[in-house]
Each structure stands twice: as C-alpha cells, then as structure tokens.
C-alpha cells in the first residue's frame, strides 16, 4: 500500500479510535467486570486495526471492526487464564443488559477513572490517553520523549490499582463532583499543552492537541452544568483555532504580535466564544473561564496593537486570585506595559517583584529584557537577554523550557 | 469492598494543636465511630501491597487525596480499622469526614484488603 493511502488509513483510525475506545473499554470493563482485561482488549485491538488497516485497507464499518475485535480479545484473555472458564461462558452466552447509559456517560465514567486523585498524577495522562482516547503506549512514548517501558509499567501500575483497589468507573457524586472534575480538566489541559509543545517534534502519527480539543469538548457536553468544563472547551479551542499560524513556512515558532491573523480558524473562534457564553450563563466563574476570556480577547482582536488590554489586565487580576502561579502575575505585567508607554515603568516593577520565584525561567529574564529595552535601560537589557538565552542554549535546556510551558500553561496566547 | 483505614499522625506536631481543639476533635472521634458504625467489621486484615495504597492527608484547604502510603519518618500508626464499603469513592467519602484531619500531621492511609485467597493457589 503506498504511503498515502497509508496515511489515510491513519488518519481515519485516529478518528475512529477517538470516538470508540473509551466507550468500548467502559462497556466490556462492565460486561466482564475487569477493567484491568477490557483495557488490554481494547489496546490489542488498536494495534491489530493499525497494522491490518494500513495493509488491507480499512473495512466499511470501522468501528464494528474494532468492537468485534475488542471484544473476541477480551474473550481470548479470559479463556487464557484458565481458572475463570466458567466467567467465560457465562458472558459468551448472555448478551450484556442495557442499564440505560449512554456511550457519553461511559467514556466520561472511563475519564473520571483515569483522572482519579488515587493514582499517581504522572499516570493520569498516560492512562487517559491509552483507555480513553486509544492511542498505543509507542504514540504515547514519543508524544512525551519518554522511555517506553517506563511508561508501560506505569500505566500498568494505574490499571492495577484501579482494579485492585475498587476505584469504580462512575462519575463521582455532586458533593465531590467539581472537586473531581478539576483533576480531570488539569488532565486534558496537560494533553493539549503537551500537543502543543512537541507538535513541530518528529513521528507524530496522533494530533494530540486536536485530540484534547476534541475531549474537552466531550467533557463539557458531557456536563453541561459544569461551567469551568465550558471554560476549557473554550480556551482551547481558541488555541487550537490560531494552529495554523503559529509556524512559518520554513516551520520557524512564530509568536502571537506577528502571526497572520486571516490564516486563524474563525469559524472555530466563534464556537469557542459560545462555550464562553455557555459557561458565563452558568454564573460560577472560575480560572478555566477566565484563561478562556483572556485567550478571547486576543482571538477577536483585528490586531495586536487593537487588542483590548485594560480588559486584559482586569482578566489577568482575577486570576491570580484563583491561581498564585507567579507565571500569572508576569503575564498581567506585560498586558500592563502595552496599556502606553507610561505603564511600562510600573509593569518593571511588578516582574521585578517575582524575580525570587521566577530567576530560572527564561521568560522571566526575556520580559525584562523587553520592558528595559522600552525604557532606555539598554545595558542592563543585553545583561537580562544573555541570562535569558542561557537559559535555553541548548536541546536539553529547549526540553526543560517545554517541560515547563506544559507546567505553566500558555496564557500569554503565543 | 473491604479497606483497611489506618490513622496515623505525627506526635512531634501535638504541641502546635491547642489543648481545646484537641480535645474537641477527640469527642467527634468517638462521635464519628457511633456515627458510622455500619461500615465497620471488627475482623483483622492482610493488606494488598504498598502500590495500591491511596491516602487522604490534612491539607490548608481541607483533606487531600494522593496516591501511595503514608511516608514521613516521623509518623506513627496511632490505630487502624476496617470497613467494608462499595468501592475506592466510598471509603474516600467517609475517611475524609475524620475529624482529626483538622489537625496538622494527621493522615489516613486506606488499603484494600486481600478477600480473594485464591490469587495464591497457582
């Protein structure tokens, strides 16, 4: 098969993977009652349609593929342990009772599972990804530039707990539910910035940032109720929607100032803006919402000098109320110093202030250098220039930057 | 399911808890046991191994869940018990409601217990 019918082939198993796994692991996890087996079913099964697909071509009804597949997997593990042969029969000849959810509440049953506070939170992702979004452990190794086996024994740590330790696959009841449903929403925000940061990387066969928009969009649909689910729908979409404009031909980063704004998604702007409004409705402000208001402005504005940065600062304000992220507090200063000119003396002052928390972030010394540079200050803005690139002078040091870009999400919208 | 609760805290911080407090919090302890007095089962237990362990521990803005047993030097198990509940939320739901996770030092490591004797019979 040549290689683009290859890719097709790929790109269509993303699609399908997506939109089935999750459902799929929730359904047989309850069928066979292992959630431990149902995963591991489910995964086989991916890997088979990856290989089958790219050489046969993919079947008309991909997903009733998979499903056959997953399912005659899951069969073959439970013969395989001996033991348990009578479970086997017992659920080859009763066909599984239809209890009323819906394939929604699986996945997001599945999803709180994963995200659970009992598990280690470098699992979370790592297992979201595989049980609900369907990637494979390779995909997810070299998404993070991490050891495989290291990350299969860590997800096979958090697939065991969850079995063994009765970690049900439920969405939690409403007194613990916003509780709950903030680990998740950190979750599928670490999967879009980690998209985000090795998306120029090599060998990606999975748009992890497309699969993250993607599920927070499932997640606040999922519970319409929950304004900050809206709030992250919403600010990532607005990132994702400015995609295309963020490299350059030549596949250079090209920042937020100097990005062609009619190359930006605006039908996916305008969608991000009704979540907003969704969320707004909802009367419960949160710092989802008010990253997503800030990534607004900037999605809506004609131009970086038209941005509407007194709203900016306001937005910038209330969050750092939410979120002592001192990364916060240096965004509000750079919104304040393109206020005019006679704003940038006081923002000097408030990067100052940080710089105890903040003197091995490079950003840190690059902001400075910007806001000296404004105010004359030229010496003393080379010295801030020069700690800033030392700071990221070679690859190790890049994958510390993006490290910590994941660690400290985009609110500056570059 | 059944979970193994075990109460631990930290003896060195017990100067740092106000007389009145502590005492206050002792009588919700005994309080919290009549209360609750459904889920537990007064038979001792095997425990499932460390990697399974989840622990709820004191935090400035209420009780903290994290994954893995209690780990400071300085904590000691003070008592345990076991209770037998549906699931990992469920025991979550009640261990946080223990009163002594007002005070600072204090966790409660929950652990399931071995039911299935017949994972040793290969």
């Not at chain 1, 290859?6 to 359904?27: F, K, P």
């Not at chain 1, 206020?339 to 202030?353: C, Q, T």
């Amino acid at each position: 098969m040549s290689d683009r019918a290859a890719r097709h082939s790929d790109g269509l198993l993303a699609h399908t993977l997506r939109e089935e796994s999750g459902v799929l692991v929730a359904r047989l996890a309850r069928q066979f009652r292992d959630f431990d087996l149902a995963e591991e079913a489910v995964q086989t099964a991916v890997t088979e349609a990856l290989e089958t697909w790219r050489r046969q071509g993919a079947p008309d009804n991909p997903a009733a593929w998979l499903q056959t597949a997953a399912r005659h997997n899951a069969l073959d593990l439970v013969r395989r342990r001996s033991r348990q042969d009578a479970l086997a029969t017992r659920v080859v000849s009763e066909p599984a009772a239809y209890d009323g959810t819906t394939a929604t509440d699986d996945r997001i049953a599945l999803l709180f599972a994963c995200c659970h506070p009992a598990l280690a939170p470098e699992a979370r992702l790592a297992l979201t990804l595989r049980a609900v979004v369907g990637m494979t452990t390779p995909q997810i190794a070299r998404a993070f530039l991490v050891n495989e086996r290291t990350l299969a024994q860590r997800i096979v740590r958090a697939k065991r707990k969850i079995v063994t330790a009765g970690i049900a696959l439920t969405v939690p009841a409403d007194d613990v539910l916003s509780e709950r449903l903030g680990d998740v929403l950190a979750v599928v925000s670490l999967m879009y910035n980690e998209g985000f940061v090795s998306s120029d990387g090599p060998t990606q066969d999975r748009d992890l940032a497309g699969d993250a928009v993607w599920l927070a969009g499932v997640v606040a649909t999922s519970l319409p109720r929950e304004a900050e689910a809206w709030g992250l729908a919403a600010l990532l979409t607005f990132q994702h929607a400015r995609a295309a404009a963020r490299f350059s031909a030549d596949g250079a980063l090209v920042l937020l100032p100097d990005q062609d704004r009619s190359r930006w998604d605006h039908r996916a702007i305008a969608a991000g803006e009704a979540m907003l409004e969704r969320a707004a409705e909802l009367h419960a402000s949160g710092p989802w919402q008010l990253r997503a208001a800030i990534a607004a402005c900037h999605a809506t504005a004609p131009s970086w000098a038209e941005t509407d940065w007194l709203q900016i600062v306001a937005l910038f304000e209330v969050l750092a109320a939410h979120d002592p992220n001192p990364v916060v507090r240096l965004n509000r200063a750079v919104a304040l110093s393109h206020l005019g000119p006679e704003h940038v003396a006081r923002a000097l002052d408030d990067v100052d202030a940080l710089a105890v928390r903040l003197d091995e972030y490079h950003l840190f010394h690059a902001t400075r250098a910007q806001l000296l540079t404004r105010l004359g200050r030229d010496d003393e803005a080379a010295a801030a220039n020069t700690r800033a690139l030392a700071l990221t002078g070679n690859d190790a040091e890049r994958r510390l930057l993006a490290t910590r870009l994941h660690r400290h999400p985009l609110t500056d919208g570059s | 399911m059944k979970y193994v609760l075990m109460f631990t805290r930290r003896p060195d911080l017990d100067a740092t808890v106000d007389p009145e407090v502590g005492q206050a919090v002792y009588k919700k302890v005994y309080e919290w046991f009549q209360e609750n007095g459904d889920t537990f089962t007064d038979s001792g237990a095997e425990l499932l191994g460390i990697e399974t362990a989840t622990t709820v521990k004191h935090g400035e803005d209420g009780p903290v869940v994290v994954d893995g047993p209690f780990n400071e030097a300085k904590e000691v198990v003070g008592g345990f018990s076991v209770i037998d509940v549906a699931d990992m939320d469920a025991a979550i739901a009640l261990v946080r409601t223990w009163p002594q996770l007002e005070l600072p030092g204090v966790a409660v490591e929950i652990r399931p217990m071995v039911e299935d004797y017949s994972q040793f019979d290969e």
